[in-house]
């Protein structure tokens, strides 16, 4: 089983500001990779796939990037609505893998 | 646009069953691989089971807390997949999510998407 980690865990920052999250695989997934958003009460969202790909509707101030076995998802200038935890998945192989989640609070 | 719409969860005592049920709509069903997933309350996301498309259909798999409890199928003319949930235990209570595993083509909307339904929540406690 593929094991991901992600840091930090909680990033607290202000609107307008960069995020930047980070995700590592314990093996090589290639770009068999996702990043979701989860917002409390509701199903988590795709953001990112095949680790740079922004899924329909998504905003561009989102970008991924990364191959192998680290990862990053960028949110250029944070708006109020990008407060959340955030997850990240590796689509490699069966069982599919989730990291434990990023908490993205208001500062 | 709900594209998946999960039903059947709900108070289950330790060692009981349920079945659980995710209906969609606006996509070719059939053309679909499908999931379930989970999440333990305050925890993260957990994947439990899979099931191919037609003609693979048999093709399921499961993750380890739940192999040998669980059985996932499909009913392509309900466009319906279920969770057959058997010796549950505590520690499957959870929101459970079905998901496609790759993205469908949403006639109404004209866009690839990858649906995940709103969940429904399973307690297990006596």
């Known amino acids: 089983e593929i094991v991901l980690t992600q840091s930090p865990a909680t990033l607290s920052l202000s609107p307008g500001e960069r995020a930047t999250l980070s995700c590592r695989a314990s093996?090589?997934?290639?770009?068999?990779f996702a990043w979701y958003q989860q917002k409390p009460g509701q199903a988590p969202r795709l953001l990112i796939s095949?680790?740079?790909n922004r899924a329909t509707g998504i905003p561009a101030r989102f970008s991924g990037s990364g191959s192998g076995t680290e990862f990053t998802l960028t949110i250029s200038s944070l708006e109020p609505e990008d407060f959340a935890v955030y997850y990240c998945?590796?689509?490699?192989?069966?069982?599919?893998?989730f990291g434990p989640g990023t908490k993205l609070d208001i500062k | 646009e709900e594209l998946l719409v999960e039903s059947g969860g709900g108070l289950v005592k330790p060692g009981g069953s349920l079945r659980l049920s995710c209906a969609a709509s606006?996509?070719?069903?059939?053309?679909?691989?499908l999931s379930w997933y989970r999440q333990a309350p305050g925890k993260g996301l957990e994947w439990v089971a899979r099931?191919?498309?037609?003609?693979?259909?048999?093709?399921?798999d499961y993750g380890a807390p739940v192999k040998g409890r669980f059985s996932i199928s499909r009913d392509d003319s309900k466009k319906t997949v279920y969770l057959q949930m058997n010796s549950l235990k505590t520690e499957d209570t959870a929101v459970y999510y079905c998901?496609?595993?790759?993205?469908?083509?949403?006639?109404?909307?004209?866009?690839?998407?990858?649906?995940w339904g709103q969940g429904t929540l399973v307690t297990v406690s006596s």
């Open positions: 093996q090589s997934v290639g770009t068999s």
């Open positions: 998945q590796q689509r490699y192989n069966w069982p599919r893998t």
């Open positions: 099931i191919k498309r037609p003609p693979d259909v048999g093709a399921t």
């Open positions: 998901s496609t595993d790759h993205s469908v083509y949403s006639a109404s909307s004209g866009n690839w998407l990858e649906p």
């Open positions: 606006g996509f070719p069903f059939g053309d679909a691989w």
């Open positions: 095949d680790a740079s």
